[in-house]
């Protein structure tokens, strides 16, 4: 491929299970020879993105393969359906929070600061008492990627300081302005696909939030590509193709097909790379 012109950001989007996909992006790019200079993360791209940003090589890639396929990553979302139940009647959330914590500390190291990293790294999340996004960049690492991957409605805010912060693709699904802002000349977005489809009027109950999500993430995706000002180059890389599965709304408990997105993704975006030469 062309000579990548430095500083490179690595944007890891988010999109719950899906982010299998990530991994076999950042693979192909990272077989390739292509190193970041720093790594931006939201929701579930704040996960895969820490990891990378902890060690920027081609065996993160390995390591996270083994994390999506793990028994740990199959508690995440693993309660019985009468537990999550008797959760949500007694809070606001269907999941406890405790897996994920454990295999974030498992992977990425307890004690573990932005500090401690190879390469710098941010991720977002949504603050409940400000309405806005918020950039954490310092301090500890496991509070922040569980602060940035706070689905509503699956688990509860995270309470840090003194505000509550949820899922930052609240605010922020596909932070390519933000790598934009730190002075990235070359992106490359690992995203979970669904900029890739066409989106519908919603024919069921359950698809009018999913859809009107959809419609508030695409929007600011596509005004920030808009921006990206002369100079900076982009590159959105495929997924290798999903499936209608990836939009059922238990799909976020399908940790079984992460393999096979990670191989499809990992094939398609060495194409993506190789066509550009």
Known sequence: ?????GPVGFVFGGGG????YEVGMV???LHHGIRPDF???????AL???????????HVAARLTEMWASPQARTVYGDSLPRQLGRFARSTHLHSPDPLRRMLEYHLGADTTFADLAVPFQ???????RAAEH?????PLIDAVLASSAVPGLLPPVHLGDEHFIDGGIVNSVPVGRAVTLGARTVFVMQVGRVERPLRPPRRPWEVAQVAFEVARRHRFAREMAETPDGVTVHVLPTGGGSAKDD?????????LARGRIERAYEATCAYLEALD
């Open 248 to 256: 059922s709304p238990l799909s976020y408990r399908r940790i079984e």
């Open 48 to 58: 895969n993105g820490a990891a990378v940003a902890a060690a920027p090589d081609e």
């Open 123 to 129: 991720c977002c999340a949504a603050s409940i008492e």
């Open 1 to 5: 491929m062309p000579e990548v012109l």
């Open 135 to 139: 950039w954490f960049s310092s301090g």
């Open 17 to 20: 299970v899906l982010g299998a």
């Open 27 to 29: 693979r192909a790019v």
């Open 39 to 45: 790594v931006i993360g939201t929701s579930i791209g």
